[in-house]
């Protein structure tokens, strides 16, 4: 059994940072990649950023140059840094993890919300 903890979020003003960590533990053979997805509250889950096992990175168009993932490898967390945030980033953001042999997992979420 795999479980993954989200921790980091909060209430941040526009404008403001903060930084999610994503971190698994349990059965972990190999991990292949790591996710962050939002889901804003009415709306559909969106992804938001990957990184893959070699640290190629890919990030939805709203949210490039203002968020960075990155993940260490030997602790099995990914995290989130969020600059520069929107209201229009509040959201639950959750991790998923897909491992070498294809599967998937998904932490609890963390709830985001950016307003003044």
């Known amino acids: 059994q795999v479980q993954l903890v989200e921790s980091g979020g909060g209430l941040v003003q526009p404008g403001g940072s903060l930084r999610l960590s994503c971190a698994a533990s349990?059965?972990?053979?190999?991990?292949?990649?790591m996710t962050w997805y939002r889901q804003a509250p009415g709306k559909q889950r969106d992804l938001v950023a990957t990184?893959?096992?070699?640290?190629?990175?890919t990030y939805a168009d709203s949210v490039k140059g203002r968020f960075t993932i990155s993940r260490d490898n030997a602790k099995n967390t990914v995290y989130l840094q969020m600059n520069s945030l929107k209201p229009e980033d509040t959201a639950v953001y959750y991790c998923?993890?897909?491992?070498?042999?294809?599967?998937?997992?998904w932490g609890q979420g963390t709830h985001v919300t950016v307003s003044s």
């Open positions: 998923n993890l897909v491992t070498l042999g294809l599967s998937r997992y």
């Open positions: 349990g059965s972990i053979t190999s991990i292949n990649t």
């Open positions: 990184i893959s096992r070699g640290g190629i990175t």
